[in-house]
DNA sequence: CAGTATCCAAAAGGATACTG
DNA sequence: CAGTATCCTTTTGGATACTG
């Protein structure tokens, strides 16, 4: 399911394009719930944790680097006691937070219960 | 992981809230594609599965039975031979497609090569 | 044609305990 | 505080063969 290196036309529905690993880290439910948790400014690993209700620390970390790895975000560890470390999108991450903003809304907007 | 069955304020943050496995559902690379084939009218089984590259048959039919149980579209079986299956999106997957084309276009044009 | 059945590999997710 | 380590379960995905 992995890319190819070169694609002339960006296609996500072209299996070779790099385009659909993108979109495969974006249609994620903790990687759309953190970019838009971070759209009001830099977060810390614990503020991150307590807004994304029920994720553990563990798949929070791999989220959280994905998306480091993908230049959405950085990270910025504090050389203090006890350790601070702040997470901000970049200017990417700030361009895919738009429609994942949109995307967020629509659902609590139409979501059904049951 | 699932929702609970009361939830007055729709909140995708809130683990309890039933918006959250909607999220889950349309925060999904074959989700967001299968939306997204469906955008310009009906489409038939072999159709999406041509253009969704690389899916198989099996995965394909999951995701589509799991958006018509959410209501985001319709299967039609027309009794011919050989059999011809329609699918296509209800209003609710129409507003569900909006945000969806918006991903899929911001990450075509931000993707980068590697 | 439109799937289902089967088998399997890999990844995601979750709980909990522990460390610099 | 901000993670990592470990263990385990579940889900997702992929290949292929088969059926109404």
Do not use: H
Request: charged residues 25%; contains cysteine.
């Amino acid at each position: 399911m992995s890319s190819a290196d070169t694609c002339a036309t960006r296609d996500v529905y072209a299996a070779m394009c790099p385009c659909r690993d993108l979109l495969d880290l974006l249609a994620n439910k903790w990687s759309a719930l953190a970019i838009g948790a971070l759209e009001d400014g830099p977060r810390r690993f614990g503020q991150l944790r307590a807004r994304l209700e029920g994720v553990s620390p563990k798949v929070l970390s791999q989220t959280l680097r994905r998306l480091e790895e993908q230049g959405l975000l950085t990270r910025t560890p504090y050389p203090e006691v006890p350790p601070r470390v702040e997470y901000e999108l970049t200017d990417l991450g700030r361009g895919a937070a738009v429609p994942l903003a949109d995307l967020r809304l629509w659902v609590e907007a139409n979501a059904l219960p049951g």
